[in-house]
């Protein structure tokens, strides 16, 4: 590959030797995106000149000829040859001052050479025609050069005068070179392989059009490309090899958006394969000596490069972009020491801006919106942090980076974003809210640099005497960085933003008094030390506000605006930050307290009469004594700081709510995992295997929610109890004690007693959080019951086997003693939620053991008589003769059980008849034929699928098994 784009023969022009001259490598990443194939610069580079060529000689009105190198250089020298392309030999008129260059704000060249350039040899080796300055711009040797224009004439011969957009370039030129025509086989084979490289690219990886996925075509060019990957391309005209790379590449570049044979060829116009080649024409404008100059003639080279727009799909908007962009990328890959470049950039980037407003293609949006995200990203860098990034030797700089991002911001803000549009224009001023962001996070910075800085003075200066104390350093740091913001950095910002320096004062202001608070916060009495930062934060906010108050004096409102944003460093609010301190070491010592304690507490229901722990008594106390301690306080804003001492309190009562509830468990700790099926064989793919996996799973689930401590069971039914009765009680308290707070609040604070009434003066966490909690320990504990204390009777033993053997008594009579056991323990206020869950989980236990039993239980039509009997005894349980819940709550939750009973009491035939229409109705009449399972939701129902299938599955008769059999292939023997 390096033989084949090496400059031989160049002479010793030093505009020639561009080898020595190199560009260096781009600091930015190309906002087009990556071609994401291995085309390399000097490839595409050669494939946008042959383009270039071509575009030109074309364009000329004169037929095509081939005339040798050493000919056409002599003949340069008295005249130009009337058989080349006039736009290529134009004679340079480099004396001429370039129009684009004056209207770019870009100096002349010759005004910023030195006399020892003015006078080098090499100034009379210059090229001498438009065409040979591109040749030895873009560093295309002679030798190149010869066949590039051999080749077009010889493709222009056998077109008969089709237009050169009308053709696919690379595939033109494979077929008119052999091996013999460069001086190796190595250069010839990289040359061919680049041809296809190029197709690959322009024809698959970024085609104009999309690629169909009926369309044969690519996958044939891909497998040509990857053959002359191996063994290089057999490019005779009459080759078959040809023949069938010529059909596909043609068949996909001459496709259009309708579908019909399109006039021009795509092959080198897909994004970003097109602006990428353009791109390498552009760069043809910078001089190859000094690389941040644009040539003098780049009037006439900009005039020939848009003549390959046709081929390569580009505008006039696009050209303006591009060139924008690459006026901005060169400033910084040069080490950013041309300004006029910058300067060059912004002036082009106005154009832009008038492209923005007069087009919406979404696909100039999405180029333009990649590209000013590249520049502004850049611009935000240094801007964002300005102090760091300018000085006196580069504040020329400033104004024209801050301008060029500016326009890149409104562009992207007023012309692309949808937002903006929907939105009043005057509503968003674009250009000041960018410079704002840029005064207040430079000044920020700048600011945390100082306070490292005044930080590092204090260390030093540790071990002398009295030493100055931190703020009191940075206080001055900070007044000498505001006058020179004042002096250096706002006079050019106010050209966008006409408060810059109180912008950039307050910002200071806000930064100041920020770490002024924290230290006002840490003081526990007034020191020497103390009183001295007092008075340095008084001065630097007297110089900071007067700097604010000259900004802002011919503004709108008067400077109102910045002043609001500058709150007085009010030192008399160290009294209440005393308080607050002493608020947090009260605080901090009831956490340590909960944290302590209730690691302790044993929960036993003995402890006292009121079956509550003893833990929840003391913390009360304490809370209780803080708050009477608080409003003893010699301070004058009891209701200001009342807020903050409840906050804390209540999230501290939290904790202890939380702690007091945890590890019982929820309702879904124990209720297990509901089956597949019960109506199965052991090992079949439909069986639940409920039984194994209850007692595994849930027997590992339980011992990691219920713990024991000191060898009692701290999570039993009585402490559970307890746990109810202890939240219960903190919530009672709490109430009393939100109402003896407006008595205190009106003894201390006469007239702002009713500030107590409001929201901020509540237990607003702890008081929610007992309700929520006894709600959770009272389905915890109902579920445990159930289903953990009491499975031995309900799950291992109610109606396992023979129904009639295995009936309901053995449940009935330890849930009666569980319930006497929790009517004697929990709260009155309490007692009734307690059972109601406890009857809600014995009635999903019930139903779960009829619906989802496993194989050890069956049913017949005559068992439902039982059954029957057997729910109402758990009723009857619940009701206890009026001594227990009220019949219309027992009733409303045996709905469920009430609702699927009737099903073990209908005949199997029914039960299928209702089976077969529910799936219909839920599947279609699809499932006729062959009905899936339906899924199992657990909420039973009569009117739901998976609840009749259930009953059908322990149904005990030949119906039921034959319906089964044929259905799901279940087994027909229970």
């Known amino acids: 590959m390096a033989l084949l784009f090496r400059d031989r023969g160049l002479g010793d022009s030093k505009r020639e030797m561009g080898g020595s001259a190199r560009i260096p490598a781009a600091e930015l990443p190309s906002p087009f995106g990556e071609l994401g194939c291995s085309l390399s610069d000097a490839e595409l580079r050669e494939t946008a000149y042959e383009i270039f060529v071509g575009s030109c000689r074309a364009s000329g009105g004169k037929p095509l000829t081939f005339i040798p190198q050493s000919e056409r250089s002599e003949k340069a020298l008295n005249s130009s040859p009337s058989s080349i392309s006039p736009s290529l030999q134009r004679s340079l008129t480099s004396t001429a001052a370039s129009k684009m260059k004056k209207a770019l704000g870009l100096k002349s060249s010759s005004s910023k050479k030195s006399p020892a350039k003015e006078n080098s040899p090499s100034k009379s080796?210059?090229?001498?025609?438009?065409g040979e300055l591109m040749r030895v711009q873009m560093r295309v040797s002679e030798q190149t050069d010869s066949r590039i224009r051999r080749a077009l004439l010889r493709i222009a011969a056998a077109q008969h005068g089709r237009r050169f957009e009308q053709m696919v370039l690379p595939l033109e030129l494979l077929q008119q070179f052999k091996a013999s025509d460069f001086p190796d086989q190595q250069e010839y084979e990289a040359w061919q392989f680049r041809n296809l490289k190029v197709l690959e690219a322009?024809?698959?990886?970024?085609?104009?059009?999309?690629?169909?996925?009926?369309?044969?075509?690519?996958?044939?060019?891909?497998?040509?490309?990857?053959?002359?990957?191996?063994?290089?391309?057999?490019?005779?005209?009459?080759s078959d090899s040809m023949q069938a790379l010529r059909s596909a590449v043609m068949s996909l570049a001459c496709k259009s958006f309708d579908?019909?044979?399109?006039?021009?060829?795509?092959?080198?116009?897909?994004?970003?394969?097109?602006i990428k080649l353009y791109q390498m024409l552009l760069e043809a404008c910078f001089d190859a000596n000094e690389e941040t100059s644009v040539i003098e003639e780049v009037d006439d080279v900009i005039e020939l490069i848009k003549k390959t727009w046709p081929v390569l799909g580009m505008n006039q908007m696009l050209h303006n972009l591009c060139f924008s962009w690459l006026l901005f990328n060169r400033f910084v890959a040069t080490s950013q020491v041309e300004n006029d470049l910058l300067f060059a950039a912004d002036n082009q980037l106005a154009e832009v801006a008038k492209d923005a407003k007069a087009t919406k293609d979404p696909v100039y949006a999405k180029i333009l919106s990649s590209t000013l995200s590249s520049i502004l990203s850049w611009t935000e860098k240094r801007l964002l942090a300005y102090h760091d990034t300018f000085h006196p030797g580069n504040i020329d700089s400033m104004q024209s980076i801050v301008s060029l991002g500016v326009s890149a911001a409104k562009i992207l803000v007023e012309d692309i974003s949808h937002e903006y549009r929907r939105r009043r224009k005057e509503e968003v001023d674009v250009a000041r809210n960018r410079i704002d962001t840029y005064i207040r996070s430079s000044l920020r910075t700048a600011f945390a640099?100082?306070?490292?800085?005044?930080?590092?003075?204090r260390r030093s200066s540790k071990n002398q005497p009295n030493p100055t104390p931190v703020l009191s350093i940075l206080a001055k740091d900070i007044g000498d960085l505001a006058t020179k913001e004042k002096e250096v950095f706002s006079p050019i910002l106010k050209r966008w933003h006409p408060?810059?320096?109180?912008?950039?004062v307050a910002t200071l202001h806000a930064c100041y008094g920020n770490e002024f608070k924290q230290f006002i916060s840490s003081l526990t009495e007034l020191t020497p030390d103390a009183v001295q930062v007092l008075n340095a934060a008084d001065k630097l906010e007297k110089d900071l506000v007067q700097i604010a108050v000259e900004d802002s004096v011919d503004s709108e409102d008067g400077g109102k605006a910045i002043i609001r944003e500058m709150p007085p460093y009010e030192a008399e609010s160290a009294m209440a930050n005393l308080a607050k301190i002493w608020i947090k070491t009260r605080v901090d010592t009831l956490k340590e307290w909960i944290d302590r304690n209730l690691q302790q507490e044993v929960w036993n229901?003995?402890?006292?009469?009121?079956?509550?722990?003893?833990?929840?008594?003391?913390?009360?106390?304490?809370?209780?004594?803080t708050l009477d301690a608080f409003f003893q306080l010699p301070i004058p804003m009891h209701a200001a700081l009342l807020p903050d001492l409840l906050t804390a309190l209540d999230r501290s009562m939290q904790q202890y709510i939380s702690k007091a509830k945890s590890g019982c468990g929820t309702r879904s700790t124990y209720i297990p995992s509901m089956p597949a099926l019960t109506r199965c064989t052991m090992?079949?793919?439909?069986?639940?295997?409920?039984?194994?996996?209850?007692?595994?799973?849930?027997?590992?689930?339980?011992?990691?929610q219920v713990g024991t401590l000191n060898g009692d069971d701290s999570f039993g039914l009585p402490q559970l109890c307890v746990r109810m009765n202890t939240l219960h009680h903190i919530r009672t308290e709490l109430e009393g004690l939100e109402k003896r707070m407006v008595t205190y609040l009106r003894n201390t604070e006469s007239g702002h007693g009713d500030i107590a009434n409001g929201v901020e003066n509540k237990f607003e966490l702890s008081i929610p959080a007992c309700q929520e909690g006894i709600q959770q320990l009272c389905e915890a504990t109902a579920y445990k019951v159930v289903f953990h204390d009491l499975s031995h009777v309900l799950w291992d033993g109610l109606y396992v086997g023979d129904v009639a053997s295995a009936r309901i008594e053995p449940f009935r009579k330890e849930l009666d003693a569980n319930l006497e056991l929790i009517s004697s323990t929990v709260h009155d206020r309490v007692r009734n939620r307690v059972i109601t869950a406890v009857m809600k989980a014995s009635f999903d236990g019930f139903l779960m053991v009829l619906l989802a039993g496993g194989p050890s239980r069956t049913f017949i039509r005559q068992d439902s008589q039982i059954i029957e009997e057997d729910f109402a005894i758990i009723k009857d349980l619940f009701v206890c003769n009026g001594d227990g819940l009220p019949e219309e709550l027992v009733d409303k939750g045996a709905a469920q059980v009430r609702n699927v009973l009737p099903l073990f009491r209908a005949d199997t035939e029914s039960l299928i008849e209702r089976f077969r229409r529910l799936m219909s109705e839920a599947y279609g009449p699809s499932a006729k034929s062959k009905f899936p399972l339906p899924p199992t939701s657990g909420h039973w129902n009569p009117n739901e699928p998976n609840t009749i299938l259930r009953v059908l599955c322990c149904r005990n008769d030949e119906a039921a098994s034959k319906f089964l059999k044929k259905t799901y292939n279940l087994p027909k023997k229970l």
């Open 125 to 130: 080796k210059k090229p001498m025609t438009v």
């Open 202 to 238: 322009g024809l698959l990886m970024h085609p104009l059009l999309p690629l169909e996925k009926s369309d044969l075509h690519p996958q044939r060019l891909r497998q040509i490309i990857r053959g002359a990957s191996e063994k290089p391309l057999e490019t005779g005209r009459n």
């Open 259 to 274: 579908g019909s044979v399109a006039d021009v060829c795509h092959w080198a116009d897909g994004y970003p394969l097109n």
């Open 449 to 457: 640099q100082r306070m490292e800085k005044a930080d590092s003075s």
């Open 499 to 504: 408060l810059a320096a109180g912008v950039a």
């Open 605 to 625: 229901p003995r402890a006292n009469k009121e079956s509550f722990a003893p833990s929840a008594v003391e913390v009360l106390r304490i809370i209780d004594e």
């Open 683 to 704: 090992g079949s793919k439909f069986q639940g295997v409920w039984k194994k996996k209850e007692k595994s799973q849930n027997s590992q689930k339980r011992k990691s």
